[in-house]
């Protein structure tokens, strides 16, 4: 196990990412998947039976919510309540560290040509 | 609700705690806790029935485990597999954000003077 026992960068890892709205599972603690991703532009408007945690490692997200926005800056968090329809959005690029119950699906409640299945995240 | 869809910074509120060692409760996604503390010094030697997630909001921290040590960076991160002996150890101040599932014991299989209950983590 040792060779295992290394540090990570959440950073760093989306960073790397070639593709945009495509989550890289990094970590699971439990039943709880550790994401990053790196996005711009719009996903689209879903909900989760799920809460999703969204932290902003690099740039500026927007999550759009029914009745209000979110504005997050580098740095700072926002939990998707279960069942709240939400739509994330990056002017510019974007990195992003994800926490969320492994069931949880990536556009949710809708499929469109950016959704990413959960094999598709590792 | 709208008063409640503000964005949180985790670094924030750990560097606003008073006291070393007491994670705070910040969010909660579905059964997990998202925490955050402010350490110094050494915690204890102890172990969950979980698995446990560290990463460094700010300064360094070394996760020494039984045949090994991990040196977190600030934006690096590590997760303790269930089970695994470990014990945390910042030489300076540092501000870390923890996610745990909800029934983890914060100093798990041992009680020391620096044992802070889920209740006095709200």
Redesign the interface.
């Known amino acids: 196990?040792?060779h295992m026992?290394?540090?990570?960068?959440?950073?760093e890892i989306a960073s790397s990412l070639k593709e945009l709205w495509t989550p890289r599972i990094i970590?699971?603690?439990?039943?709880?998947y550790?994401k990053v991703a790196k996005v711009q532009g719009t996903l689209a408007w879903h909900s989760h039976e799920?809460?999703?945690?969204f932290?902003v490692l690099k740039g500026h997200l927007r999550i759009e919510?029914e009745?209000?926005n979110?504005?997050?800056?580098e740095?700072?968090?926002?939990?998707v309540p279960?069942g709240a329809r939400h739509n994330p959005v990056a002017d510019e690029e974007c990195h992003i560290l994800l926490?969320?119950?492994k069931t949880t699906l990536h556009t949710g409640d809708v499929i469109t040509d950016k959704t990413v299945a959960i094999e598709k995240q590792r």
């Open positions: 196990m040792g026992k290394s540090s990570l960068s959440p950073a970590g699971e603690v439990d039943d709880t550790i799920e809460d999703e945690l932290y919510l009745n209000d979110v504005e997050l800056a740095g700072e968090m926002y939990i279960k926490i969320e119950r």
